[in-house]
């Protein structure tokens, strides 16, 4: 019983976690996590969330949310990577000091 809660508790803040991103995402390209008029009860907590955590501040000035240096870290820190590949490269010889003709000089 306690590990259905544990893994149903886990799946929440997974979900509340991959809103927080996708609203991070949204201030970045928008300006705004949601639609401009909403007043949805999860607009007033996730715009809480993002003053309380420091994660973006709004800006009189041009009446939009800025990311701050943490949201973006946090932002960048979920984004998906594909897997990427390590190459070796190999030494070239070191260019020999000779001449044409093969004398040292």
């Known amino acids: 019983m306690t590990q259905t809660v544990w893994k149903s508790i886990e799946e ?3 979900k509340i976690e991959a809103d927080l991103i996708k609203a991070l995402d ?3 390209r928008t300006g705004h996590f949601s639609t401009k008029g909403d007043n949805s009860p999860a607009a007033y907590v ?3 969330r993002l003053g309380v955590e420091l994660l973006a501040y709004w800006d009189l ?4 949310f800025f990311l701050t240096s943490l949201g973006l870290q946090r932002r960048l820190k979920h984004r ?3 897997p990427s590949r ?3 490269f190999r030494r070239l010889p ?3 000091t000779e001449k044409a003709t093969g ?3």
């Open 94 to 96: 070191r260019p020999s």
């Open 86 to 88: 390590v190459l070796s």
């Open 80 to 82: 998906n990577r594909e």
């Open 46 to 48: 996730m715009r809480h």
């Open 103 to 105: 004398t040292r000089g």
């Open 12 to 14: 929440q803040e997974a």
């Open 26 to 28: 949204n201030i970045e």
């Open 61 to 64: 000035d041009h009446e939009r």
